[in-house]
């Protein structure tokens, strides 16, 4: 959020001098919350243990001892607990039956008001109406936000028009390099298949 209005803050004609007072959140020492600790979501832990956050994670199945004392990463068998305590809570979960409208009123209301709600994984985990509402009477101080439903919001929604929330188009995995070695794995796969070999990635293996 800051980032974002920062730049246009930087940028503005009308700008004449910066504020001394305009101050945004440390994410050193704070408290992550990872909800979906697969490969994805333990590399969010990796790469949060670098900014000393204090992390928790919540996941069907607990990783081994020495996955979690590799980042310094707690268990949370309940959900609950985990929002209660975190100051970032990120959505790294796939979109399931299970998982849809995994975050709704309830939930946020459990989120500090002054937590941070970061969802990378897909928009249907998050219960759209009750975030414009809790972020509208400031249940929870903010969101961040790479997915949606759908994408792009229409351009009447409610979302688009709230200043603690940033929504950016999908772009988790938009670069250059990501891409390239995304179609080198799907080439792989093809070769794999049609030479009769074990398929490298396989979604759902035998």
């Not at 994410?27 to 919350?33: C, E, N, Q, S, Y």
């Not at 937590?115 to 975030?131: E, F, M, Y």
């Not at 400031?138 to 929330?165: G, S």
Request: glycine share 6%; proline share 5%; with cysteine.
């Amino acid at each position: 959020m800051y980032l974002h209005s920062g730049c246009q803050i930087a940028v503005s004609p009308d700008t004449k001098y910066f504020a001394v007072d305009w101050l945004g959140v440390e994410v050193t020492r704070a408290t992550l919350g990872i909800i979906g600790m697969g490969s994805i979501g333990y590399k969010v832990a990796q790469r949060a243990r670098a900014f000393n956050m204090r992390i928790l994670y919540h996941n069907r199945n607990r990783r081994r001892k020495e996955e979690e004392e590799a980042v310094g990463a707690h268990y949370c068998e309940k959900m609950e607990d985990l929002l209660q305590q975190s100051d970032f809570v990120m959505l790294v979960v796939n979109l399931t039956p299970e998982t849809h409208k995994l975050i709704g009123k309830k939930e946020l209301g459990l989120m500090k008001p002054t937590a941070t709600l970061i969802n990378i994984s897909r928009g249907g985990v998050i219960d759209q109406d009750a975030l414009v509402e809790a972020l509208q009477n400031k249940v929870i101080r903010a969101a961040a936000l790479d997915v949606t439903y759908p994408e792009p919001l229409p351009r009447d929604h409610p979302l688009l028009k709230l200043n603690n929330i940033i929504i950016t188009p999908h772009i988790g995995t938009a670069t250059v390099q990501a891409i390239r070695m995304m179609a080198e794995e799907a080439i792989a796969n093809m070769l794999a298949v049609l030479n009769g070999q074990p398929i490298p990635s396989e979604v759902f293996p035998k």
